[in-house]
T-cell receptor
């Protein structure tokens, strides 16, 4: 199975901060990567697909980049509603696998 | 706008079979534009891909669950289902049904999720 190593596992940040989360795949996955945001008690919501394409309706402060094995999710200016847990998903190779998550907390 | 809704028992005994259903509204499961997928989230832990089905009935399962898993389509009721046998406590999780758009080379990532249903395996 492809291992998705997500870092950091948690971070504390303030409103307005720039936040970067990374995901590294143990093998190349082209751009078959998505990013999800999950709030407590809710289903994940897709933010980014195909590594860098913004999901319709998602604010433009979210962006994704990368290809192959190294990927990044960036929040350009953290807003109060962005405090949540973020996951990456690779769907380039079976079985599909998720990163372990990054919890973004208020500083 | 398509919506997904899971249903099933909240509590199942060890060694029994879990049966979950996902009702699809606002779209048809016979569409060849989508794959219908199950994901689970283990308590306090991350997410696990279970498998998918696409019309008219092709499937792909996580090898870790393959021997115990069946995913099926019910076109009459516009829903799809999961059956997982020989349950243990390790199968306790929140189960989500999701939709994956078809991409160039197969399914893309999940774009629509149900709200999830909690399943506890305990005697």
């Amino acid at each position: 199975d492809i291992q998705m190593t997500q870092s950091p596992s948690s971070l504390s940040a303030s409103v307005g901060d720039r936040v970067t989360i990374t995901c590294r795949a143990s093998q190349g996955i082209r751009n078959d990567l998505a990013w999800y945001q999950q709030k407590p008690g809710k289903a994940p919501q897709r933010l980014i697909y195909a590594a860098s394409t913004l999901q319709s309706g998602v604010p433009s402060r979210f962006s994704g980049s990368g290809s192959g094995t190294d990927f990044t999710l960036t929040i350009s200016s953290l807003q109060p509603e962005d405090f949540a847990t973020y996951y990456c998903l690779q769907h380039g190779t079976y079985p599909w696998t998720f990163g372990q998550g990054t919890k973004v907390e208020i500083k | 706008q398509v919506q997904l809704q899971e249903s099933g028992p909240g509590l199942v005994k060890p060694s029994q079979t879990l049966s979950l259903t996902c009702a699809v509204s606002g779209g048809s499961i016979t569409s060849t534009d989508y794959y219908w997928t199950w994901i689970r989230q283990l308590p306090g832990k991350g997410l696990e891909w279970i498998g998918y089905i696409y019309f008219p009935g092709g499937t792909y399962y996580n090898p870790s669950l393959d021997s115990r898993l069946t995913i099926s389509l019910d076109t009459s009721n516009n829903q799809f289902s999961l059956s997982l046998t020989s349950l243990t406590a390790a199968d306790t999780a929140v189960y989500f049904c999701t939709r994956c758009p078809r991409g160039y080379f197969g399914p893309g990532s999940m774009d629509v999720w149900g709200q999830g249903t909690t399943v506890t395996v305990s005697s």
